[in-house]
């Protein structure tokens, strides 16, 4: 086989180099790479995957996947992958009309297994390379080396058929080829189809020529190569006309499968008029993406325990799934954590189906099944008479917010109903929403409303959670719920309405739940009064978990006989936005009597806060979720970040990034979660460890000479810091998120300076959750989000086609955090 001059190969890598230069598109990135058992190395290139296809874009040659030995002299190719090939009706250029104009026949037609990639080459002393998409050799940024795993599995291949590895590394040196294949292994990595013990190994479904130009051998000569080294062979076959091919793929893309197999779909092989290969492929849609669905609905509820998801296609057959799954995940850890790592997941599925009496393609098939589907299509803009409505009161002590309730539901006595946060005197704090969502349950009620101060952001966020968790629990899938926010005191109208409750509750006396000024005496409700307005936070509609509500009602409490007034408001603002809710306001006088009817309600529960009899006088021992480093000064750290990423050098798109922050879409205060109490429960031993650590150090701090609620709910600052850099930025549709760099032992005395003794980071990835992009979607995610970029992507520079992003922050400056512990 020819080789490539030195000469075309060092202008290939000048221009790769100058492509190193470019702000943005078609800029090439180069990574160094030490291949295994030898003194040689090679540069890793790859583009940013939207650059590919592009008309405006040129690049120095298309392949994805590309190495060059380092060589200033002879720089060759040593391993190539193929150009990149789009899906049907990607591109322009894969539209069945293009291809009908402007491609030759016979089509060959390749089976696409579901693996991940791996390039097989060799030097000229018969020394394999073996490589990933875009590394090769030893690493130490990520748990789950690819190209390793490959190149094992192929040595116990050749092993197996009594060949030397030399024996394939100078065979393909000769050829000046390299061997793809697709790595397909369960006990590695699972996908979406299963293989498992003989289906396992190395499926060869290609042989490139190490040359810029685009070179692939036929796959008859792949298939003998395959069988000579003991690879696994692809299933081929040849359609020699365009229309043939379209009618045979579409035939099999509506059953899902090939020869009752399920696959993933295939590649087709031609050529263009001009003579040059090209490839395109035929991906099916069905049931991988409801198998994916599935995969990413039980990833969600392991890191979140909540059964909320996005999806717009198979709700019910995704909620079936989960009602199965749920009870299996709550019951093993070890399940959870080994599916975390993509193992088990094409198990727990099969599991799933058998239950369930169904293949996949059978459910999508099932015109029951369907029609189940078409009623749980919600159309969440739509507002019938079949929609139901939460409001959710944002006050403080004293604005009147049950009085307002209470007029309003003495309006509507068959169709409103009202829920007290006060009267609920058990341990289980959802019971709240669970009450709520009993009553919205019936036939009759239309909306209730959900009584509580929800004066901070995470109460509120609490009710979202609730609602998405329990809500499938007692409404039907298909029943829609409008969310009101009842806005009763904004911001600037605090330190003038502060007064104005305080004596509104003084002169309530011992007519509520919980807040007893007669007996309790005044000074008591006065901090407990003072301790809700110091912690209000005012509902901001541009920010999470405020952005969910559906509609914001702003209030004022300031006038006489305000909770009157604001209920006229209420009526007024739903019958505006939601006549089905509210078709026309009652009259005055039926107003008035509603509100004197409420007026004379007397609570019939007594609910204990602060001290009990039970605990007075002794020591109160906190529990605490986890440990932090809070960053103080959540406005300027926010700032410096924007900063930070308004300025870095990259071709990556950082454009979503910078708009969450222009939108206020951050985080009202951000930490990097050291130690929870779940990995010090079910951890690994070192985790445990560092758990045992933190609460060794921080005894004292957990300690309280009297039962007290207020200390079981604030956060406790201590007298240690972090010091961290931030070392990228990783965000997708969801969420951004920032990796930090910290020290092994990364707590600090704020007194001595000294690093406290085995205290770190128990986190795989240190990370503070900066902004939440999509409603419904919990700052945990951001550990989902950082294990995937980790094992998938290496934290890696670029905009990847899964959806994820990641930007590399070089010059950090040094930030500080305070270690805390939360309640």
Known sequence: MVFETAEDSKKLVKELEAATLLPKRGRSYKHKCQIKNTNKEVFSWKFNEWDYGKNNIKLPLNARGLFTLDDPENPRIVARGYDKFFNINEVSTTKWDWLAANTLGPYEVTVKENGCIIFVSGLEDGSLVVCSKHSTGERDDT??????????????????????PRELGLALFNMNATAVAEYCDDSFEEHILEYTKDAAGLYLHGININKRVFQTLPMNEVHDFALAYGFKTIEYFTKHDITTLRQFLEECASVGSYRNKEIEGFVVRCKLRDGSAFFFKFKFEEPYLMYRQWREATKKYITTKSRVFSFKKHRFITNKYLDFVIPILD????????????????????????????????????????????????????????????????????????????????????????????????????????????????DNIKAVVTDRNNHQFRERKQLFEWFEELKEKYLPY???????????????????????????????????????????????????????????????????????????????????????????????????????????????????????????????????????????????????????????????????????????????????????????????????????????????????????????RYNHLLVKGEGNQTFQNTLIKTNDKVEFKVKSVVWDSSIVTLVAELPENCVLDRTTGKAAPRLSCAN??????????????????????????????????????????????????????TVSINP
């Open 143 to 164: 748990d789950r080396n690819h190209s390793m795993a490959g190149e094992n599995f192929l040595k116990r291949q050749l092993e197996s058929y009594g060949l030397e």
């Open 764 to 817: 795989e990835v240190a990370h503070i959750t900066i902004a939440l992009l999509q409603p419904g979607v919990k700052p945990f995610y951001s550990n989902t989000l950082c294990q995937k970029m980790q094992q998938e992507h290496g934290f890696e520079e670029g905009n990847f086609d899964d959806g994820t992003n990641c930007v590399v922050i070089h010059e950090s400056p040094v930030f500080e955090a």
């Open 331 to 442: 019951a093993d850890p070890k399940i959870c954590e080994e599916y975390m790592r993509d193992s088990g997941i094409i198990k727990l599925r099969k599991v799933f189906l058998e239950d369930y009496g169904l293949t996949g393609m059978e459910i999508l098939n099932s015109e029951v099944i369907q029609q189940l589907e078409l009623q749980n299509a919600i159309d969440y803009n739509k507002v019938d008479e079949n929609t139901k409505f939460l409001l959710f009161p944002v006050a403080t002590i004293g604005c009147g917010k049950t009085t307002t309730a209470l007029t309003i539901r003495n309006l509507f006595p068959e169709t409103w109903s009202h829920v007290q946060n006060d009267d609920i005197t058990g341990k289980d704090k959802s019971l709240l929403m669970k009450r709520s969502l009993e009553l919205l349950a019936k």
């Open 478 to 696: 298909d029943c829609n719920v409008k969310i009101v926010a009842l806005s009763f005191l904004p911001y600037e109208d605090i330190d003038a309405t502060s007064r104005l409750t305080i004596k509104r509750v003084m002169a309530r006396g011992d007519r509520h739940q919980s807040i007893k000024v007669d007996s309790d005496g005044e000074k008591k409700v006065l901090g407990i009064m003072r301790g809700f307005l110091k912690r209000y936070q005012p509902v901001a509609p541009d920010r999470d978990p405020d952005n969910m509500f559906d509609l914001v009602i702003n209030l004022q409490v300031r006038d006489t006989d305000s909770s009157l007034i604001n209920a006229k408001e209420i009526l007024r603002e739903l019958n505006h936005h939601y006549p089905v809710l509210v078709p026309s306001i009652p009259p005055a006088e039926d107003i008035k009597a509603a509100f004197d009817k409420s007026l004379l309600y007397t609570p019939t529960t007594t609910k204990k806060i602060g001290k009990s009899s039970s605990s007075e006088g002794k020591a109160f021992k906190l529990k605490p979720s986890y440990f932090s480093a809070n960053i103080e000064g959540p406005q300027s750290f926010i700032k410096a970040i924007c900063d930070l990423v308004s300025r870095v050098e990259t071709s990556t798109d950082v454009s979503s990034v910078i708009k969450a922050f222009e939108e206020n879409k951050a985080q009202p205060e951000f930490h990097i979660t050291l130690c929870h109490v779940a990995t010090g429960k079910r951890g690994t031993q070192k985790q445990k460890d560092i758990w045992c650590e933190f609460n060794k």
